[in-house]
């Protein structure tokens, strides 16, 4: 079978660069290289502070306590209630037009601290629709007090936190 001079041409070219499709990687490796080296310089390194708190799983019961107090903090939309888990209600800091009594509630958690010095936990309770800032706030309040006016110095109170879902 007769070929063509045309057709024994395009078939000689194709014998002539057969295996030459393949991709060259090697710069493509080198791009990625740099890309890395520019991430991992540009990368914005931040001191992260965290808090651990001890939620209630969804299907774990509560341990038996030892005697002694119970200490809860419970946030209503009206009021802040600090609470013994076994005996009930020991104070209620009620709320202002212009936010809650955090001064009053630390006041108070210093007095039970006073009687209670080895206690470390607590726990804050809170109903439904509170921000989470008066959390915050609040969390703050039960963990760590201030020593003197205007100081960077603090007192441990409570440190030991747990979140939870207030009674209704």
Partial sequence: MAQSK???????NH????????????????MMIILVFFLIFTAVFTKTNILELNLPGADSAVPDLPEGLNLEVIIRKD??????????????????ATGYDLTGLQDYLKLVKTKYPDKTDATILLEQDIAYDTLVQVMDTVRVFSVGENSWTYGELFPDVSVGDAPT
């Fill in 6 to 12: 045309a057709q024994r041409r395009v078939m000689r």
């Fill in 15 to 30: 014998a002539r660069y057969r295996g030459r499709h393949e991709i060259n990687v090697v710069p493509m490796i080198d």
């Fill in 79 to 96: 009021k802040i209630e600090v609470a013994d888990r076994g005996t009930g209600l020991l104070k209620s800091v009620p709320a202002s």
